[in-house]
């Protein structure tokens, strides 16, 4: 479904140095790595958010490097930033309207908004709430809701557990296994490594906009050298 092939991408200068990975149909794939290793720019890159990069990056046989960043969710691909980028005037429900618009036209809008209220149901309680006053958990129920408006094919994560309480962190584990299975491709790049490898089947270790490692999340899982750097094992 999308594939990453020799991406160079940064702002200033590059950050990312010959990236390539995939993610299959149906996949649920995690980047690991500390802070500054790139992560972020992978996945504003994807979105081409980036405005230095090159390489290749194809989405459903689309190639992405050609696009506007207007024109990326048109394709499926729903980008949950770290910073959740919320409008805290506005009401949950606005703001979870909002990931409808690219496909505005979709008369799907009310089956996906229930769906989201099934899967949050704080959410449906809290509705007409002005999203600036929710809790941080809350706030990243309403960033996740917000992707799944798009109807999306593909859901790009950016540490999503950032700043969360644990028992949180344990609830948007459940949301993205529920999201997962309902169909959804998902690429999650964390710093929490124990949780990305608990709900991806794959993953990819980033070091200083470079990958280093590639396995399956159980393989990765038992590396001595990802138990000592990323797990503190």
């Given at each position: 479904m999308l594939s990453i092939e020799d991406l160079y991408a940064g702002y200033d200068g590059e950050v990312l140095h010959g990236i390539s990975l995939e993610v299959r149909e149906g996949e649920f794939v995690c980047v690991i790595?500390?802070?500054t290793a790139g992560k972020s720019t992978l996945l504003r890159t994807i979105s081409r958010l980036v405005p230095r990069s090159r390489g290749r990056i194809v989405f459903g046989g689309t190639d992405l490097m050609q696009l506007q960043p207007y024109?990326?969710?048109k394709l499926g691909i729903a980008h949950v930033p770290e910073s959740r980028h919320l409008f805290p005037d506005m009401t949950v429900e606005e703001n979870l309207m909002l990931g409808a618009y690219p496909v505005r036209r979709d008369p799907g809008h009310a089956r996906?908004?229930?769906?989201?209220?099934?899967?949050?149901p704080r959410l449906k309680e809290r509705r007409n709430q002005r999203a600036g006053t929710l809790s941080g958990?809350?706030?990243?129920?309403?960033?996740?809701?917000?992707?799944?408006?798009?109807?999306?094919?593909?859901?790009?994560?950016?540490?999503p557990s950032h700043g969360l309480a644990p028992i949180v962190v344990d609830q948007v584990h459940d949301a993205l296994v529920k999201i997962h299975e309902s169909g959804t491709s998902i690429l999650l790049v964390e710093q929490n490594t124990a949780l990305a490898l608990s709900v991806a089947s794959r993953g990819y270790v980033l070091e200083s906009g470079r990958i280093v490692l590639s396995d399956t999340s159980q393989a990765?899982?038992?590396?001595?050298?990802?138990?000592?750097?990323y797990l503190g094992l």
């Open positions: 790595g500390a802070n024109e990326v969710p996906r908004l229930e769906e989201c209220f099934d899967l949050f958990g809350e706030q990243q129920m309403v960033a996740l809701g917000r992707a799944m408006m798009l109807g999306m094919r593909m859901l790009i994560l950016d540490e990765l899982r038992e590396n001595p050298k990802v138990r000592e750097a």
